[in-house]
Nanobody, 120 residues
Framework: QVQLVESGGGLVQPGGSLRLSCAASGSILSIDAVAWYRQAPGNQRELVADIPSGGSTNYADSVKGRFTISRDNAKNTVYLQMNNLKPEDTAVYYC??????????????WGQGTQVTVSS
């Protein structure tokens, strides 16, 4: 089995920064696409940023220029650096990964979520 464990959430003032981490562990041969999603109360889960298997990053318009997604393949970890945070960034943030668990089997996994609250 594969687990994704997020960390780094918390309470921050507007204009502040946080760095989220998502570490994958378990039966992993390799990881293709990775992504961060978020879900605010009453809203649907939305894509924040991703790194597809092709490698180029994508961002939601609302976070472009403020958030940066990156990955460390050696550590099976994906990061989300969030700068100039705004109250509207408040949400539970989830990481997502497409994991090859066998040479012929790829499965998708979600983390448990980490709360980010931006408030003065």
């Amino acid at each position: 089995q594969v687990q994704l464990v997020e960390s780094g959430g918390g309470l921050v003032q507007p204009g502040g920064s946080l760095r989220l981490s998502c570490a994958a562990s378990g039966s992993i041969l390799s990881i293709d696409a990775v992504a961060w999603y978020r879900q605010a109360p009453g809203n649907q889960r939305e894509l924040v940023a991703d790194i597809p298997s092709g490698g180029s990053t994508n961002y939601a318009d609302s976070v472009k220029g403020r958030f940066t997604i990156s990955r460390d393949n050696a550590k099976n970890t994906v990061y989300l650096q969030m700068n100039n945070l705004k109250p509207e960034d408040t949400a539970v943030y989830y990481c997502y990964a497409e994991v090859w668990v066998r040479r012929t089997l790829m499965r998708t996994f979600w983390g448990q979520g980490t709360q980010v609250t931006v408030s003065s």
